[in-house]
């Protein structure tokens, strides 16, 4: 389990890094891999996505994965984003 502490400086800077599109994603705009994109937090890289849910929700979420209703590999809304077990 990994233990963040949510701020809402935390929280802007990490947003900043996004791009809202008309379609109501909001895309990540910083650096990525070939499938999402990857921040980086106190020296462990995360999926954007996933940090996102963290953000947001619970960081407890080790068991699960973050997946996306929009199927936009680049997005963070968290509105499009919910948990799934892993197979």
Known sequence: MNCIKISEELKNHFFKKTIKKENGCLEWHKVSDKDCGLYYHKGKR??????????????N??????RRICKNKMCVNINHLFLDAQK
Request: hydrophobic share 50%; proline share 0%; charged share 30%.
């Open 46 to 59: 995360y999926r954007a996505h996933r940090f996102a849910w963290i953000l947001h929700n619970d960081d």
């Open 61 to 66: 979420i080790d068991e699960f994965l973050v």
